[in-house]
């Protein structure tokens, strides 16, 4: 199995990490396909999701089966607004393609939150930085590598 840049942090800072793999669908690469493919329930399955800000980039991870509150994310991150970044920008940005983006790892340092509800679990999923991989992680530890902050992001 390939290493990632994003399992490569993780073993660096020590963080205790498993990995679920599963077959790529191209044509459904969203987090409740993902869950139903590893067999997690999809409040644990966090999709990780880049926005534009008038402060710069912004990154947040929320439950798969969830919508982002932009005004939520906002008013954390200090920005009056924020919007998400078009598909096309995705890959410049993180280094990550859709369906593979990991909230570790990217090109940039960006700030990073993580959806309150994660604390709910002793681990969640989120991308691994390639399609077909995630990681099942502590979300404490998820913070600890980010530098990420908690807040609730979800309505």
Known sequence: MKKTNAARILDRNKVSYDISTYEVDENDLGAVNVASKINADIKKVF???????NNGIVVASIPGDSDLNLKALASASGNKKVNLV???????????IRGGVSPIGMKKQYSFFLDASAKNYDKI?????????????????????TKGTLCKLTD
């Not at 078009?86 to 990550?96: A, F, H, R, V």
């Not at 991308?127 to 600890?144: C, E, K, T, Y």
């Open 47 to 53: 999709k990780t999701l880049v926005v534009r800000g």
């Open 86 to 96: 078009p598909l096309k920008e995705i890959n410049s940005l993180t280094g990550y």
């Open 125 to 145: 999923y989120i991308s691994a930085g390639l399609r077909g991989m995630q990681f099942f992680i502590n979300p404490d530890d998820l913070l600890l590598v």
